[in-house]
């Protein structure tokens, strides 16, 4: 669908919810989150009480195992961690259109999740938006580092710059075998639980989807928070 048209629900796949195997939560109406340390005491009063999509999250679960995924879990308490809420509160600060979030596997590789997306790309035909939460960059260890002098840190820089041309040439195989192709791809995921997401979200937009970058910005100088959306080409 296309990121002008509201959705009728919406799918996250998130890097803050690790599972061994693929898992939605099924819940009528989702809990915030408060999933992070040492914030602001504002961000802990923040709420995004968005409706749970339950009959989207059997849906998904149809998709997958259909696709050959041999096992789906349910999880029917969990809500929506802040990779889930913090950008639907921004997007959609209503709150009114029903979520379900789907979990990343970070044993697995980005092939697999890769593969996942593929399995999920009807639902682009249903109205649902389907939205990867991750992190172009995420090496938290190197945040003192560069923070506070305005620098880029020179790995995480070629790493994005990487990133970039390989999305909007639409070279999905090698974003797949990013940890081979990718300069750098050790330094700035030390785990792969953030870059997962994205591989999700680009398989399921196609093998000829179009990458357009509709946002770039630099926190600390090394957090890329370059943020990419995928349309079929026409």
């Given at each position: 669908?296309?990121?002008?048209?509201?959705?009728?629900?919406?799918?996250?796949?998130s890097?803050?919810?690790?599972?061994?195997?693929?898992?939605?939560?099924?819940?009528?109406?989702?809990?915030?989150?408060?999933?992070?340390?040492?914030?602001?005491?504002?961000?802990?009063?923040?709420?995004?009480?968005?409706?749970?999509?339950?009959?989207?999250?059997?849906?998904?679960?149809?998709l997958?195992?259909?696709?050959?995924f041999?096992h789906?879990?349910e999880?029917?308490?969990?809500?929506?961690?802040?990779?889930?809420?913090?950008?639907?509160?921004?997007?959609?600060?209503?709150?009114d259109?029903?979520?379900?979030?789907?979990?990343?596997?970070?044993e697995?590789?980005?092939?697999?999740?890769?593969?996942?997306?593929?399995?999920?790309?009807?639902?682009?035909?249903?109205?649902?938006?389907?939205n990867?939460?991750?992190?172009?960059t995420?090496?938290?260890?190197?945040?003192?580092?560069?923070?506070?002098?305005g620098?880029?840190?020179?790995?995480?820089?070629?790493?994005?710059?990487?990133?970039?041309?390989?999305?909007?040439?639409?070279?999905?195989?090698d974003?797949n075998?990013?940890?081979?192709?990718?300069?750098?791809?050790?330094?700035v995921h030390?785990?792969?639980?953030?870059?997962?997401?994205l591989?999700?979200?680009l398989?399921?937009?196609?093998?000829?989807?179009?990458a357009?970058?509709?946002?770039?910005?630099?926190?600390?100088?090394?957090?890329?928070?370059a943020?990419?959306?995928?349309?079929a080409?026409?």
């Amino acid at each position: 669908m296309a990121i002008k048209d509201t959705p009728k629900s919406i799918l996250v796949v998130s890097g803050h919810w690790e599972t061994s195997v693929p898992t939605v939560n099924i819940v009528q109406c989702n809990e915030t989150i408060h999933d992070f340390h040492g914030s602001p005491k504002e961000m802990y009063q923040l709420k995004c009480p968005s409706p749970g999509a339950p009959e989207l999250a059997k849906r998904v679960k149809e998709l997958l195992l259909a696709s050959g995924f041999d096992h789906v879990d349910e999880d029917r308490k969990r809500g929506l961690d802040h990779g889930a809420w913090i950008p639907l509160m921004l997007m959609y600060p209503e709150a009114d259109i029903p979520v379900c979030q789907l979990s990343v596997m970070p044993e697995k590789d980005g092939t697999y999740h890769y593969n996942m997306g593929k399995a999920l790309a009807p639902l682009k035909e249903e109205g649902v938006l389907i939205n990867g939460s991750g992190s172009a960059t995420h090496n938290l260890r190197a945040l003192k580092q560069y923070a506070g002098d305005g620098s880029v840190a020179p790995w995480a820089l070629a790493f994005d710059t990487w990133l970039k041309d390989a999305l909007l040439e639409g070279r999905h195989e090698d974003v797949n075998r990013y940890e081979e192709k990718a300069p750098y791809a050790k330094t700035v995921h030390p785990s792969t639980e953030h870059i997962y997401p994205l591989h999700v979200a680009l398989g399921a937009a196609s093998e000829d989807a179009k990458a357009k970058l509709i946002h770039h910005s630099w926190s600390r100088g090394s957090l890329s928070y370059a943020s990419y959306q995928f349309t079929a080409a026409s």
